[in-house]
Nanobody
């Protein structure tokens, strides 16, 4: 069974850091785009970041640029989202996603519906 399993969420104070992990099981992630999305109640799912097959291309939504870093370790079949300088407005359920198409291009943030594999979601709460 092909699936993505997320971990690393939790509570952190403003200015703190968390690293989210997205481990693939049942398939090899090497030739998949990996992306992270987040969602809060009453709002649409928002693109946070994406990374291409090789890691040569990354994109971020403006609100997280300079604070979040997306990466992948194909030897571990895992994608990561390193989050630093966290703000209360980063509070959301974070979902990882993967697809075997090249989706991390200019319009990456509009392609949420294209992803065929999704993690279960992990809650990130940033508060004092």
């Amino acid at each position: 069974q092909s699936q993505l399993v997320e971990s690393g969420g939790g509570w952190v104070q403003p200015g703190g850091s968390l690293r989210l992990s997205c481990a693939a099981s049942g398939f090899t992630l090497d030739y998949y785009t990996i992306a992270w999305f987040r969602q809060v109640p009453g709002k649409e799912r928002e693109g946070v970041s994406c990374i291409s097959y090789s890691g040569g291309t990354t994109n971020y939504t403006d609100s997280v640029k300079g604070r979040f870093t997306i990466s992948r370790d194909n030897a571990k079949n895992t994608g990561y989202l390193q989050m630093s300088s966290l703000k209360p407005e980063d509070t959301a359920v974070y979902y990882c996603a993967a697809d075997d198409r090249q989706l991390c291009g200019r319009t990456w943030y509009r392609l949420v519906a294209r992803y065929n594999y999704w993690g279960q979601g992990t809650q990130v709460t940033v508060s004092s």
